[in-house]
């Protein structure tokens, strides 16, 4: 059992926990994700490592709540438990030899986003930050990002807070403008990655897109997390879980991702109405 030691609604849909996790603490690399079950009969999900404490022993966690599971996580209280938290998984991402980077979130991405920008200042980059949400209600992590990066650029698709517009437009304009990047690392939305990754194509910078397919045991033996990627002409199967979360953005057949990722959207909406009338009517 793993205790809950802070919780912080971030904004109404995204909720931020730190966990009693101590060998997950120790070893937990940023861009690497944990699986977790809330109780006994519980499904596993996978949630990115948003930061660790390794004095504390503690593992702190992102989630937005979509769906039965992240539903039920919410109505955890600081002092209680949950059942499991296995981890650190998948590859941590690459920062050797990289000088100058962009990171560019979108919505709940951004607690992904924050660790790496965080490693990359830490390290001594010049680091670029560029996060978006659909409005200024949904803006989460402003102040962590300003901290560890040299330029933010914060966008809302509404215009209702910041700068009016997605996160390629900036990142065009810098590139338009002969700004240069070791490397563009984006993590959000697949449709807003696959635009990222458009938007860079023309001048050349390399760009690593962060995944996260359906996943269930995190070890590459179920196959639900498989990717489809176009390498040197031919079609490459590779697994979130143990090959990435971390792919070359160029490589990855995007549309398969979004088909696959839309296949269970009405049994999570159906299974998360289940869990609030049970809730509502307790």
């Known amino acids: 059992m793993y205790k809950i030691v802070r919780k912080r609604e971030l904004n109404p849909t995204v909720t931020q926990m730190e966990i009693e996790a101590p ?9 690497q994700f944990i699986i977790l079950r809330v109780d006994e009969e519980g499904e596993r ?11 504390e022993g503690t593992v702190k966690i992102i989630f937005q709540i979509v769906g039965a599971t992240t539903e039920l996580l919410n109505h955890k209280q600081e002092g209680e438990y949950i059942q499991d938290f296995a981890g650190p998984l998948g590859v941590a991402t690459h920062t050797e030899g990289i000088r100058k980077v962009c990171i560019v979130g979108g919505g709940v991405g951004c607690a992904i986003a924050m660790p790496v920008a965080q490693e990359f200042h830490r390290l001594g980059a010049e680091v670029t930050s560029i996060i978006g949400f659909r409005s200024k209600d949904l803006l989460i992590l402003e102040d962590e ?5 040299d330029k933010l650029v914060v966008m809302t698709d509404d215009g209702s807070y910041a700068r009016h517009g997605n996160v390629t ?3 065009k304009e810098m590139l338009e403008a002969g700004e240069t990047f070791d490397m ?3 993590i959000g939305p697949l449709i807003m990655m696959k635009f990222v990754v458009a938007t860079a194509k023309p001048f050349g910078v390399p760009v690593t897109v962060s995944m996260n397919p359906i996943m269930i045991d995190g070890t590459g033996m179920c196959g639900g997390c498989r990717l489809t990627l176009n390498r040197d002409g031919k079609r490459v ?7 990435g979360p971390d792919f070359n953005g160029y490589e990855v057949d995007f549309d398969e991702a979004m088909s696959r990722g839309r296949m269970y959207f009405d049994y999570e909406r159906h299974a998360h109405e289940e869990v609030c009338n049970l809730f509502k009517n307790a």
Do not use: H, M, W
């Open 237 to 243: 199967t590779k697994f979130a879980c143990v090959d």
């Open 45 to 55: 999900i996978p949630l990115t490592v948003a930061g660790t404490n390794p004095e």
């Open 184 to 186: 563009i690392i984006t």
């Open 23 to 31: 060998l997950v603490a120790k070893k937990a690399k940023p861009g």
């Open 169 to 171: 437009v900036p990142l």
């Open 145 to 149: 990002f300003r901290a560890c990066s």
